[in-house]
């Protein structure tokens, strides 16, 4: 599977811009005539997927809306701009010789993943319109989903005349299959995984493909001593209970001792459906609220559970931040331009928001069309990874036969 990848890689990479919207055209059309047979398959794994979390169900489970979402996703990516080729920079050198760096796919990405069959044509859509092959590793639990999106996703790259091998599915489910996939050594380019703790430990200790982490949210929202507690519920609502089970939903809450008592007292009512974990001053406040323990705080629940700290100024809540985090996404609520600015500035994340919910930290929401993943590492790609960071450069030199002396 590999192999026909890398060999069909070859043909995508060197296509117009315009193929390759053509394909992701024809993509999203499958996916909206095959909605029977995709829905038809996610039955099968739901029904064999007793064992599932609430959370992890929801993240498996498709109907005809999501499927039309996947397709419009799809069809998102296939209108931004074409990168490939694209002229980064260039200069002439004293000798006359003429340098560019020019943008060029990765190659051949594979992606393993647990339960999102939503994953199989945003990664399809975004490595094959930056001129990648992919490979796909899904979870045993999404099986038959994911191969009924597969089958429709190749049926349309044949219907546009490239080579099938550009879209590959791994079908041993087990975990030596796992093993082996990310053992592809230089049959695979870049390695992204997405998924739990677990996964992301077995990828860092097993993989021999360079890989570009997608870590766990831990995120964190803090509403300032200068906030507008309105705008605070609402994003606070949102970013806890608009969907859970995500890794840019909020799972702690800081707020500053000011404004504790009164926006406490209106949350206890908004999050009547969230379990509060909290500290001491959290309690005092709202007597519903558990004891909080420093694993709570570390933790990234994918659940209706929020732990909850009081803090004494900005800088304590930073301080936890630093101390917890993730590196996923965090979020202050401040009518203070000086503390938005500090927080921005000294806060270590792969996204910082400003009045706003972490839930807009996704592909789809800041206008890349979809995402491969979110990225918290530090190294080429950070945060969500388009088409753009589905690529790398090379230097081109031109000369005039220059040699060096």
């Not at 109907?63 to 931004?80: D, P, T, Y």
């Not at 509060?276 to 001053?281: F, H």
């Amino acid at each position: 599977m590999a192999k026909e990848a890398r060999a069909a890689q070859r043909w995508l990479a060197a296509s117009s811009g315009a193929l390759r919207g053509q394909l992701l055209e024809a993509m999203a059309t499958a996916l909206e005539n095959d909605i029977t047979e995709i829905l038809l398959a996610n039955r099968r794994d739901l029904d064999g997927s007793a064992t599932l979390t609430v959370a992890q169900r929801d993240r498996l489970t498709l109907n005809a809306a999501r499927v039309e979402a996947m397709a419009a996703s799809v069809r998102e990516v296939g209108r931004q701009r074409d990168v490939v080729g694209e002229v980064v920079d260039g200069w002439v050198l004293p000798n006359g010789l003429r340098v560019r760096r020019i943008r060029v796919p990765l190659g051949v990405v594979g992606v393993i993943y647990e339960n999102r069959p939503n994953v199989t044509s945003d990664a399809s859509a975004l490595a094959l319109y930056s001129g990648n092959a992919i490979l796909l590793r899904g979870s045993s639990q999404a099986f038959y989903s994911n191969r009924a999106i597969v089958e429709s996703l190749r049926s349309a790259i044949s219907e546009v005349g490239l080579p099938e091998g550009l879209v590959g599915m791994a079908t041993e489910t087990s975990r030596e299959g796992a093993l082996a996939f990310m053992q592809l050594g230089a049959a695979m380019d870049v390695l992204i995984p997405r998924g739990g703790p677990e996964l992301i430990a077995t990828v860092r200790s097993q993989a021999t493909v360079p890989t570009i982490i997608d870590g766990d949210g831990n995120c964190h929202v803090y509403v300032d001593a200068s906030a507008d507690l309105g705008m605070a519920v609402d994003i606070i609502k949102n970013a806890k209970t608009q969907r859970p089970g995500v890794c840019n939903a909020m799972e702690t809450l800081l707020i500053h001792v000011d404004v504790a008592e009164p926006l406490l007292r209106l949350l206890d009512e908004e999050l009547a459906a969230v379990e509060l974990r909290g500290d001491e001053r959290t309690r005092q406040i709202c007597e519903r609220a558990l004891e909080a323990t420093e694993e709570d705080y570390a933790r990234e629940f994918l659940d209706l559970i929020l732990a909850v700290r009081v803090v004494d100024s900005l800088n304590e809540a930073i301080d936890h931040i630093r101390r917890f985090s993730s590196g996923h996404s965090e979020a202050i609520i401040t009518e203070s331009f000086a503390n938005a600015q500090c927080f921005e500035r000294e806060v270590d994340a792969a996204c910082v928001l400003v009045n706003a919910s972490t839930r807009f930290v996704d592909g789809g929401q800041l206008g890349m069309g979809a995402e491969i993943g979110i990225s918290t590492q530090k190294l080429h790609a950070r945060g969500p990874m388009g088409i753009e960071q589905l690529t790398t450069t090379k230097i081109v030199i031109e000369g005039e036969g220059q040699v060096r002396h």
